[in-house]
């Protein structure tokens, strides 16, 4: 099935280290985000990509850092800067042509710092 | 700027009842209006969208949204709410001139009671 995936879908990580979330898509999409979710709360945009070797900051970058050497796969990595890491990681994507596209979303990443 | 408001945070229904959630967005162009759905701990599903043509689409799960332009509402429906409809719904616009700029509400939760 085509589709998106991320893992792991829970991860606990100790202050002070670096983790990466996974994310893959096998739908052919140019397009891949990241979104963090708090419980409660909606979706903000961390990083996105619209293209292999190139990506852009989203409103809340900081502490975080992402890769895009393959289209099908846009990892992301929560460091040792971001203060609060604990949340919700939401990977996404979508094609790029022209107006209206549709974004599609992973099953998510659980991230808990302990 | 782009914007996109859920007025109601919170909704209680009773099993059976009609449903409708509110939306309203900003955008100075012809929006791409969608609507998700999120269940506890999963990532977003789209229960419909709304490019061009009828304004008034059909969704999954029996969900239907109507696009009005003149009040800048793409308010979700549904006129008979299952126990199983109890999640956080997103309404949310495209823009930007590849389509890849995505604005999300801040949610609803939906609560059925029997």
């Known amino acids: ?114 | 700027a782009q914007s996109v408001t859920q007025p109601d945070i919170h909704i209680t229904v009773s099993e059976g009842a009609s449903l409708e959630l509110r939306c309203n967005y900003s955008y100075g162009a012809t929006p791409y209006l969608f609507w998700y759905v999120q269940s506890p701990g999963q990532g977003l599903q789209l229960l419909l969208k709304y490019f061009s043509g009828d304004t008034l689409v059909q969704g999954i799960k029996g969900f239907e949204a109507e696009f009005k332009r003149s009040q800048s509402s793409f308010n979700l429906r549904k006129p008979s709410v299952h126990w199983s409809d109890a999640a956080e719904y997103f309404c949310a616009v495209g823009a930007g001139n590849t389509g890849n700029q995505f604005y999300f509400g801040t949610g609803t939760s939906l609560t059925v009671i029997p």
């Open chain 1, 1 to 114: 099935d085509g589709g998106i995936t991320q893992s792991p879908k829970y991860l606990f990580r100790k202050e002070g280290q670096n983790v990466t979330l996974s994310c893959e898509q096998n739908l052919n999409h140019d397009a891949m985000y990241w979104y963090r979710q708090d419980p409660g709360q909606g979706l903000r945009l961390i990083y996105y990509s619209q293209i292999v070797n190139d990506f852009q900051k989203g409103d809340i970058a900081e502490g975080y850092s992402v890769s895009r050497e393959k289209k099908e796969s846009f990892p992301l990595t929560v460091t040792s800067a971001q203060k609060n890491p604990t949340a919700f990681y939401l990977c996404a994507s979508s094609a790029v042509r022209g107006a209206g596209n549709t974004i599609y979303f992973g099953e998510g990443s659980w991230l808990t710092v302990v």
